[in-house]
């Protein structure tokens, strides 16, 4: 069965760096990565914020935030279709990103680019993204407030509703 | 909801298992610090 995002191993691991660099970019600019639910949330492909050249979105909420490093490593990286939202790229929030995308149930599973939607069922109220572990443990670049994005482990809160993959 | 299949048990991700990248010198937020998420922009519009 073809990967998600249809990319073979190679390619996988080249756009997990690419969406974790993405994600990472936010920590280093936190004080410009404003939070908003409003429509200037997707500042950040909209306007084609291409971390690889040092951009980022200066608004976002936490799904846009999300979706934008993914669309880094898959559609910048290899032109990969919006297989986060399935919305061409330019619109979504965790209800859409628990419609696509295939779910890890095992933690020991998750990786790089994974992204943990939390909640107590669909639609999910909150998504972060995976980067990477620290002893062991999933850690995520969480972009849920103005004060955001945080770098924080996988259960900071919680209330995980599920890991879902995407790459 | 269409019917879930699942990561654990696609062979095709099981060779994506020695990709585990270790963050070292980050420093993690402590969860107490963390304020309260505002949640999501709900519609799929938007």
């Not at chain 1, 399935?86 to 095992?106: P, S």
């Not at chain 2, 994506?16 to 709900?42: F, H, K, Q, W």
Request: one cysteine or more; aromatic letters at 8%; glycine letters at 10%.
């Amino acid at each position: 069965m073809p990967a998600v995002s249809g990319l073979d191993r190679e390619q996988r691991a080249e756009a997990r760096k690419a969406v974790v660099s993405a994600a990472l970019s936010g920590l280093d600019n936190i004080s410009e990565v404003h939070y908003t639910q409003d429509s200037s949330r997707w500042d950040g492909i909209s306007n084609n914020r291409v971390a690889a050249r040092g951009k980022f979105p200066h608004h976002s909420d936490c799904s846009s935030y999300a979706t934008w490093c993914l669309w880094n490593g898959l559609k910048l990286g290899f032109e990969v279709g919006d297989v986060v939202n399935g919305l061409d790229w330019t619109a979504g929030y965790t209800g859409t990103m628990l419609r696509n995308g295939k779910q890890v149930r095992r933690v020991e599973r998750v990786r790089q680019g994974d992204c943990v939607i939390y909640g107590s069922a669909w639609p999910g109220t909150h998504v972060a993204i995976v980067v990477g572990r620290q002893d062991g443990v999933p850690m995520v670049v969480s972009h849920g407030s103005e004060q955001g994005p945080f770098f924080v482990r996988y259960d900071y809160r919680p209330d995980v509703l599920e890991f879902r993959r995407y790459i | 909801m269409p019917e879930e299949d699942y990561v654990d048990d696609d062979p095709e991700y099981e060779e994506d298992d020695d990709d585990n990248s270790v963050l070292v010198g980050l420093a993690a937020a402590d969860p107490r610090s963390v304020p309260p998420d505002e949640g999501d922009a709900g519609t799929e519009g938007n």
